[in-house]
């Protein structure tokens, strides 16, 4: 069984920054994508970020190009979101979640486990 575990969420003021982690448990997850998105009410879920199995390719949504860092420990099973700069727009739930593939996507439908999701609140 595959569980994704997100923490780090919190209240910031804009400007401010803050670090989510996803740790991984229930399989090895060699060659696959680990992305992170995000859903804020009454809006669909968005694609955020997302890394390959090396950390070498990262992909990030424009919204967030130059302030967000996506990372992962692959001896933790560990991907983690560095978010510096923070605006009230980004205020959401953020999920991880891992894609059986080696290529990322921007749909959520075409990642296959998830995490329950940690609250960032950005206050302006």
């Known amino acids: 069984q595959v569980q994704l575990v997100e923490s780090g969420g919190g209240l910031v003021q804009a400007g401010g920054s803050l670090r989510l982690s996803c740790a991984a448990s229930?399989?090895?997850?060699?060659?696959?994508?680990m992305g992170w998105f995000r859903q804020a009410p009454g809006q669909e879920r968005e694609f955020v970020a997302a890394t390959s199995w090396s950390g070498v390719t990262k992909y990030y949504a424009d919204s967030v190009k130059g302030r967000f860092t996506i990372s992962r420990d692959n001896a933790k099973n560990t991907v983690y979101l560095q978010m510096n700069s923070l605006k009230a727009g980004d205020t959401a739930v953020y999920y991880c979640?891992?894609?059986?593939?080696?290529?990322?996507?921007?749909?959520?439908?075409?990642?296959?486990?998830w995490g329950q999701g940690t609250q960032v609140t950005v206050s302006s």
């Open positions: 979640a891992v894609r059986e593939r080696s290529y990322y996507s921007i749909e959520p439908s075409e990642y296959d486990y």
């Open positions: 229930g399989r090895t997850f060699n060659n696959y994508t």
